[in-house]
């Protein structure tokens, strides 16, 4: 029945001189959705509109699920394309299509019409008036309401005319790569994943970094990051996921430091190398999903001084949430299942028995001495092995 669909945006509309940009953007993110279904699509805008025709046979459902993915979409419209073949076909052509999408139901309606191509012989008010009295003589189950109808029926005239009446929900957001690019600290755990899903929604490009721990992690363990950065690519196009070798590190801070504070010396060192990384890949910030008081190394005192140690700003996009409601957007974007599997990261294996809560910044720098005959030559090594996998 549908052989188009117009895109809705939102925030983009707001734009000024420069909202070309952020449609060329939105234009390029819905390509690199498209390219995973069957079928080929024209993408195309004009006058404020994004259309995507159709030129060949496609999976309606699969489509839509694509497109759900695109941040900068606020609405997608399943269009009928008509020839304009004079006024009383295009009423024939509409009262058919309500015939099929409704199916003699009891409605009310609305004709919104739209005529940017100013030589069609009626000019929107009469389009709407005469195909409203059209629509009543045919289908007397229907009832117009000019202020709150189950059914806004829009009639654009362009070149062809475009006829549609509903509207699927899109993820809204900005398109991917107009707000940057950052790092995000990816963990097999619940929490990342979602905090990398929420940036990327506001136009930020990702890529990632997963500290590994041979052999007290398994190569399960790995993937299972590589798999939850897959689910988070569906929407933010490819990652750059680099895995590094943190066993060393670990186990030279455990060796040398008090255990109570692992965990703080731990994340300043994974903040240090993350940003090493960050820095040579131009990116604009660190980005984890840390959630104030979720966790020990997670209260006030412990964030400040996870801070210190980097120049580049620490985005935390679930510092307020708590746990369910970052589980409720795990399972909107397809992470939980993936999250909960049972295979620990190098955080959870050294986690010390009673973690400090409210660490001292100054005490952690004193006790971070005992860590300079090795440490650096140990950091240099990790990033040296960098292993690079792009997942998409």
Known sequence: MFTAFLIKYAEIGIKGKNRYLFEDALIRQIKYALKKCEGKFLIHKTQG??????????????????????????????????????FEQLTATVIKYLEDMYRGKEKTFKVQARRTRKNYPKDSLEINRDMGEAILKALPNMKVDVHNPDIML??????KIYIYSEIIP????????TGGKAMLLLSGGIDSPVAGYMIAKRGVKIDAVYFHAPPYTSDRAKQKV????????????????HVINFTDIQMYIYEQCPHEELTIIMRRYMMRIA???????????????ESIGQ??????NSLIATNEVCELPVYRPLIGFDKQEIVEVSEKIGTYETSILPF????????????????????IR??????EEKIEELVKTALETDELIIVE
């Open 49 to 86: 509109r994004i259309f995507i025709d159709a030129e060949s046979a496609f999976d309606f459902d699969e489509v839509v699920d694509h497109l759900k993915t695109v941040f900068g979409i606020a609405g997608i419209c399943p269009v009928i394309v008509t020839e304009d073949e004079g």
């Open 226 to 241: 590589v798999d939850l950065a897959r689910l988070v690519s569906r929407y933010t196009g490819p990652i750059y996921l």
């Open 366 to 371: 004193r006790h971070e001495r005992n860590l």
């Open 344 to 363: 620990e990261d190098c955080c959870t294996i050294f986690v010390a028995k009673h973690p400090v809560t409210k660490p001292n910044v100054n005490v």
């Open 295 to 300: 966790v020990a190394s997670q209260t006030m």
């Open 154 to 159: 829009n009639i654009e005239i362009r070149e």
């Open 275 to 289: 940003e090493h990384i960050a820095k040579e890949t131009e990116c604009l910030g660190l980005i984890t999903g």
């Open 170 to 177: 899109g993820p809204g957001g900005m398109p991917v790569g």
